[in-house]
């Protein structure tokens, strides 16, 4: 089993940042791949970014040089730094474990309950 807690999310004005953590315990290893996606009622989720076990990082053309994705293996700690909000970033923030990168993490997948960012004009 695996457990993912997201916390960090809130509201910003535009141009702000947040920082996002999800605390990871249960059967993850370094070797799992990691990344938050986002949804918006009433549409689909979408990949933000994602870390595989060699510390490659991919992400989502959308948040392409606003966000940085990082993780503390030490610590089962995954992070996501987002800069210059815009207000289409607004959105439920999951993080997410699976076995590979597919670039997003795919097989066996777990993922937390999620944190709500708001982003204001």
């Known amino acids: 089993q695996v457990q993912l807690v997201e916390s960090g999310g809130g509201s910003v004005q535009a141009g702000g940042s947040l920082r996002l953590s999800c605390a990871a315990s249960?059967?993850?290893?370094?070797?799992?791949?990691m990344g938050w996606f986002r949804q918006v009622p009433g549409k689909e989720r979408e990949g933000v970014a994602s870390i595989d076990s060699a510390g490659g990082t991919r992400y989502a053309d959308s948040v392409m040089g606003r966000f940085t994705i990082s993780k503390d293996n030490a610590k089962n700690t995954l992070l996501l730094e987002m800069n210059s909000l815009k207000i289409e970033d607004a959105a439920m923030y999951y993080c997410?474990?699976?076995?590979?990168?597919?670039?997003?993490?795919?097989?066996?997948?777990?993922w937390g309950q999620g944190t709500q960012v708001t982003v204001s004009p």
């Open positions: 249960g059967s993850i290893n370094n070797k799992n791949c």
């Open positions: 997410e474990r699976g076995d590979y990168c597919t670039p997003w993490p795919s097989g066996n997948q777990y």
